[in-house]
Structure formats: C-alpha cells, structure tokens
C-alpha cells in the first residue's frame, strides 16, 4: 500500500522564500518513496512524501516551523493511494 502524507503551511508576512527553504532542508529519519516540495500563492508551502507502509503506520513527518516563520498552524492530512496514473 502507499500512504502519502501531506504538510502544508502559511508563512508569515514576507518570509515565504524563508519557509520554502526551511522546508526542503528538513531531513526526515527515514527516506520516503518519493517527496515533493509545492508553493502556492499567499506564502503557501506543501510537502508531501509517499511511503510504502500500511495507512495506520507510525511515519516521520516534518515538524512545526519556529514560532513566527508561519501564520497558523500546520495542516497535515494522509491520503492512501487508490490506484496508479
């Protein structure tokens, strides 16, 4: 089964480049399937890794950003994957 996780989150006011690096420099303590990195409009960063595990597995995930580097809370969702395109 893959499971994809997905993490998204807001940057503060002019620190978008700041979190988008912040980001990608987050080593995870074991290495998915596959990762991407996203930004979209209003400082918004996604980062979703897929991983070869049962939906309910303990999986690492990146963690919070330092206060003040986001406008809000994380959002984290998982997803198991259907099917193949």
Known sequence: MTVALMWEAR???GRGEELLSWARAQELPAR???RETFRAPQDR???ITWWDAP???DLPELPE???GLVTRAVHRWRFESLEDA
């Open 55 to 57: 939906y309910d597995a």
């Open 32 to 34: 998915p399937a596959r």
């Open 65 to 67: 950003p330092a206060d």
């Open 45 to 47: 960063v996604l980062v």
């Open 11 to 13: 940057a503060a006011a």
